[in-house]
């Protein structure tokens, strides 16, 4: 932080508009500090008690600060350029850097999310956002989860909002295959206001989907005429969702609430044929109906930090399945009632020689209670489950780089303990130890190892059965595709399981590549007694032969997919991932006039060129200090955005000392001296010829050469920046300034220069090789190796999988390619004569959007274009699809193309009005 004298204040106020920040760059003890990075310029923000101009530079709000590098971050441009509609579909877009791949499914797949740097309720709290209210997001790997109270099996995305922000934003999108046969259509409404005292949002969202049957694919498994046009092969579906979430901030005591609900109602239908009597058609109609509530409440606890969250749901779900006999239908409804509370305490109690030492505590309280009825079961299910569950996380600096163990690089350790004790489970531990490494700055090394035992949910115990007639199924046995019956539902005889598993990871920071980063990580997972909803296959009928009836012929009549207990599962992934960001071209050459003012003008960072200063809006900034009483906070959503993130504190409150004394300086008695003297400084500039007498002398040094004489050159530029600033506001040279974008103080007070418009990039890549996955039946076999074929869970195991995201952005228009591949892989028939293997082939799709924002294609500041953005996907745009073949190279009915894709090649369009 430096300080500047009165003196020197008119002298300030010029170099503002004519962007030499050298007098702004340097320390207490006068060396030269690192340019500010061109997204948080500096500003100079007088000081209330001492009459001196004080510099700060801030992080943005909510930035987390660990010992941890992030694999992936974004800000406002990057974000821009996805051309997300939502958080939601922004979190899609990356989902490359947020997927855990080699922890091998363990914490269900989604990631943790943070809003700004802390923990919320639920995805719902934010997930209907608009990405324009988001300034930065961050990816952090697993083992950052246990900070705040998580296992370490999903990475951590934080979202940092922007301080100020408001929107309406409407959306309809129309969608449907190539090859017709049904539509998808969908409509969105969101309303959004941040604010300094917190945030309120409200979201609607109706989507309808339409029923496609075999018929409509031309597929044929009887010799029933019109059979196929009563089976279907993608459900008739529609969903209505409201919500609303309210965050509050409490200024004096640090403290923040939000409160979240939601309100959803699902239908679908969908056909199984035709009835025994070969007329009634089969369907299956489902309704559910879910209540969600949560609520978040933030609070500093002197040097600790506390966090309570609750997420609550109540669903009813109910399902009618009409009889093969035609009848009538049998039901199987289900009704589940869950409430989460968990406490987390944060804090550093403790200095060591290489840092503090880092401590979270989690306390939590859950309960789940399922209760499931079905017309064909003798008595009813209602099971009840209370989990109480805490823990301890510990993590301790060991070396620094600069002390004396700091030759080795950063170390630190992470320790964790925990337990929980559920009403129909008991005691389950969980515990873990960690070291991350950090050699050099841009390389980081970790090591974790985990034990955790874990109960099946109540969902796997208690769910209803349900009988899906006349499924389409391949029968290894006979090599033929035959109609039966798949049963899935609870299974109340599982047991809790036991996982002990590695995680090394390896993070690096491209030297050669600026933005950019690759990741690698390699898991050892080790499952005892583990939950499996099995698929069919010959390992799964070899296994459980009790699960499959056939009649005496050997024909295939129904198959048991209930949940069930398998006894160790072993796997071996090594994932690869990487991602960056950047712009494409060199950035623009300085002009003439940027350059004035020599070394000072070579000190201005990127981004910062160029830049008039607006008198208007300068007076509207003081405008907004000035008529707000003393005492109260005034609305800093009126004032440039980079200027008012100078006047928060480092939780992204108002700070009241940099208001108080900015106040003084718009609003103090020397203002209005002040304001005609720099009028009159200007004035003089101005003149022709300029009249340089009795400018300040700071300012008569920045325009001499090195021979001590006034530079011509200067002069012109000084003069071109002061007084064509009279046009700017409102005029067209004002819009062309603004287009044309600015420096750092000029973009803060409405100033405009050459901005940088090279188009940005992003692209965000990962690779999965499965290196082993089998299956122990029993303590003493036999073994199962999914990846030669011998399946149990789950379909076909591929070795090879990869996912890719990457776009560029370009003055409003927008390109968006995202891909999936998945290698090829077996399931064995076994060796009954007739059997057969199946081979399944590779598979790479590409998915395509193209979306232009008409605001900014067309350099459109008000009117209907402005926030306006069209866009156009086209899924699988190679219409791939996977082949299945047998031993004889003959494609099974059960794995036709269309049946196991009917959709294919898929387009749609999406008009998103944000206002």
């Keep these: 932080m430096r300080r500047y004298g009165k003196s020197t204040l008119l002298a300030l106020t010029a170099i503002w ?75 899609e877009a990356i989902e490359p850097a947020t997927s855990s791949g080699a922890r091998g499914g363990r914490g269900g797949g989604r990631p943790v999310f943070l809003i700004n740097g802390i923990r919320v309720s639920s995805w719902r709290e934010f997930r209907s956002y608009p990405p324009e209210a988001v300034a ?62 917190g945030r309120l949002n409200f979201n609607v969202e109706a989507e309808d989907r339409s029923l496609l049957t075999e018929a409509e694919r031309d597929l044929v498994l009887t010799e029933i005429p019109g059979n196929a046009q009563f089976r279907s092969l993608v459900s008739d579906t529609m969903s209505l969702q409201a919500e609303g979430n309210y965050t509050r901030a409490f200024m004096d005591s640090g403290s923040s609430i939000s409160l979240n609900g939601t309100v959803g109602h699902d239908e679908s239908r969908s056909l199984s044929g035709l009835a025994i009597d070969g007329t009634t058609p089969l369907e299956r109609r489902g309704e559910t109906n879910s209540y969600s509530a949560g609520l978040t409440f933030n609070k500093p606890l002197g040097a600790w930090n506390a966090t309570f969250t609750n997420d609550s749901n109540h669903t009813r779900s109910l ?175 599982l047991l809790a399981e036991t996982q002990t598993d590695w995680k090394f990871s390896a993070n690096w920071e491209l030297p050669f590549w600026e933005n950019s980063r690759l990741s690698a990580d390699y898991g050892i997972n080790r499952s005892r007694d583990v939950t499996a909803s099995p698929s069919f296959s010959s390992a799964f009928e070899q296994a459980f032969p009790d699960r499959v009836t056939r009649d005496t012929d050997g024909e ?71 008529n707000t009483p003393e005492g109260e906070t005034p609305d800093l959503s009126q004032i440039p955005e980079a200027f008012r993130a100078r006047l928060l504190d480092e939780n992204g409150n108002p700070d009241p000392a940099k208001i108080a004394a900015a106040r003084e300086r718009f609003c103090g008695e020397e203002a209005q001296e002040r304001s005609e003297r720099f009028a009159a400084m200007r004035t003089a500039i101005c003149a022709d010829p300029p009249n340089l007498e009795g400018l300040p002398e700071e300012m008569l040094a920045r325009l001499r050469n090195e021979d001590g004489e006034i530079d011509p050159e200067r002069l012109k530029a000084l003069r071109e920046r002061m007084c064509s600033a009279d046009a700017a506001p409102g005029g067209e040279s004002g819009q062309e300034d603004r287009r044309a974008g600015g420096g750092r103080m000029a973009r803060m007070m409405g100033g405009g220069g050459n901005e940088d418009t090279r188009p940005r990039y992003f692209l965000g890549f990962n690779h999965n090789i499965v290196l ?114 047998d031993e004889n190279g003959d494609v099974p009915a059960a794995y036709e193309p269309f049946r196991i894709d009917p959709t294919g090649r898929y387009f749609g369009i999406e008009v998103r009005k944000a206002f």
């Design 17 to 91: 508009v004519w962007q030499i920040p050298s007098a702004m760059a340097q320390d207490d003890e006068g060396q030269e500090q690192p340019a500010d990075d061109p997204a948080e310029p500096a500003a100079a923000v007088p000081d209330a008690d001492d009459g001196d101009i004080v510099v700060y530079g801030t992080r943005l709000k909510g930035q987390l600060i660990i010992d941890q590098p992030p694999l992936a971050e974004y800000d406002e441009a990057d974000i821009a350029a996805f051309g997300a509609g939502s958080i939601a579909d922004l979190i």
């Design 136 to 197: 930065k997001v961050e990816v952090f790997a697993e083992e950052v989860a246990q900070r705040f109270g998580y296992s370490p099996d999903q990475r951590v995305v934080n979202i940092v909002l922007k301080p100020n922000f408001q929107s309406v934003t409407a959306e309809v999108e129309y969608e449907q295959p190539a090859d017709g046969g049904y539509s998808r259509n969908e409509q969105e409404a969101s309303w959004l206001r941040i604010g300094e005292k």
């Design 319 to 493: 399902t009618e399945i009409d009889r093969n006999d035609a009848s009538g239908f049998d039901t199987a409804s289900s009704r589940t009632y869950t409430t989460s509370n968990k406490l987390t305490v944060n804090g550093f109690p403790l200095q060591l020689p290489a840092g503090e030492l880092s401590t979270t505590l989690d306390l939590g309280l859950d309960w789940t209670r399922l209760e499931s009825e079905d017309s064909r079961a003798d008595s009813d299910i209602s099971l009840t489950r209370r989990r109480l569950n805490g823990g301890l996380t510990v993590t301790a600096p060991i070396a620094r780089r600069g002390d004396p163990l700091g030759v080795i690089g950063d170390i630190s350790l992470t320790a964790t303990g925990g337990f929980e004790d559920l009403s129909d489970f008991g005691t389950l531990a969980n515990w873990s130890l960690g070291a991350n490494w950090s050699p050099f700055d841009n390389l980081n090394l970790s090591a974790t190892r985990i034990y955790r035992e874990v109960a099946p949910s109540l969902a796997n115990l208690g769910n209803p059965q349900i009988d899906e007639l006349n499924s389409t199924v391949f029968d290894y046995r006979s090599g033929e595709t035959v109609l039966a019956t798949v049963v899935t539902g609870g299974n109340p005889d």
């Design 556 to 626: 295939l009549l129904a198959i048991d997919r209930r949940p069930l207990t398998l006894y160790e599962t072993r796997s071996r992934i090594l994932s690869f991932g990487f991602n960056t960001r950047g712009q494409i071209g060199k950035a623009p050459e300085r002009t003439e006039q940027q350059s004035a003012g020599g070394q000072a003008a070579t000190q201005a960072p990127q981004g910062g060129q160029g830049g008039g200063f607006d008198p208007a809006r300068m007076q509207a900034v003081r405008e907004v200090f000035c």
């Design 772 to 885: 082993e996955n089998e299956v122990l039946l029993s303590e003493n076999g036999p073994l199962f190796d999914q990846i030669d074929g011998f399946v149990l869970g789950g379909g076909a195991v591929p070795r090879h999988s990869s996912s890719l995201q990457g776009g560029i952005f370009w003055q409003g228009y927008g390109f968006r390619l995202s891909g999936q591949y998945v290698g090829e892989a077996v399931l064995r028939g076994g060796d009954i004569p007739g059997s057969s293997d199946l081979f399944f082939g590779d598979l790479a799709t590409v998915d395509i959007r193209l979306f232009a924002d008409l605001g900014e294609a067309f350099d459109k500041e008000d009117g209907f274009l402005k926030g306006l953005r069209v866009s156009a996907m086209m899924d699988n745009v190679f219409d791939a699809r996977r082949s299945v073949t």
